[in-house]
Nanobody, 132 residues
C-alpha cells in the first residue's frame, strides 16, 4: 500500500522561504524515487527535484538549483520516508501547485523528474504563492 500526505506551502513575499513536507508510506517494499513536481496556471507540469531512495541520488532542474534543497528522513527498511523541500529566495515564477510524487519502479532521480506526465502516485497538492 502506498500513501502520500503533504504539508506546508502558503503565501510568501519574493525572496522569502517556505518548506514543504511529504510523508510517504509504502509497505512493505518502499519506493525507489520520491520527487516534487509543480504546475503553474497555463503551464505544463514539471519535475523540479527528485531523489533516489536506494542510491541517494538527487536531481534539480536548473531554475531551482541553488535555491531549493530536497532532503529526507527514512525508516530502516525504507518503507517510510519523510521528504522535505526547502525553498529559499522564492520568486514569483515559483508560484504553482506543488505535488509530492512517489514511484516504486523508476530508480533514477533524473529520469523521474524528466517524466512529468507519467502516472505516478501523487500527493494531494499544496499551493505556493509568491507575491508582494
Amino acid at each position: 500500500q502506498l500513501a502520500i500526505v503533504q504539508s506546508g506551502g502558503g503565501l510568501v513575499q519574493p525572496g522569502g522561504s517556505l518548506r514543504l513536507s511529504c510523508s510517504v508510506s509504502a509497505l512493505p517494499f518502499g519506493v525507489n524515487t520520491i520527487g516534487w513536481f509543480r504546475q503553474a496556471p497555463g503551464k505544463e507540469r514539471e519535475g523540479i527535484s527528485c531523489l533516489g531512495t536506494r542510491d541517494g541520488s538527487i536531481f534539480y532542474i536548473d531554475s531551482v538549483k541553488g535555491r531549493f534543497t530536497i532532503s529526507r528522513n527514512n525508516s530502516r527498511d525504507n518503507a517510510e520516508n519523510t521528504v522535505y523541500l526547502q525553498m529559499n529566495n522564492l520568486k514569483s515564477e515559483d508560484t504553482a501547485l506543488y505535488y509530492c510524487v512517489a514511484e516504486p519502479l523508476i530508480t533514477s532521480a533524473r529520469a523521474m523528474c524528466a517524466m512529468a506526465q507519467r502516472s505516478y502516485s501523487w500527493g494531494q497538492g499544496t499551493q505556493v504563492t509568491v507575491s508582494s
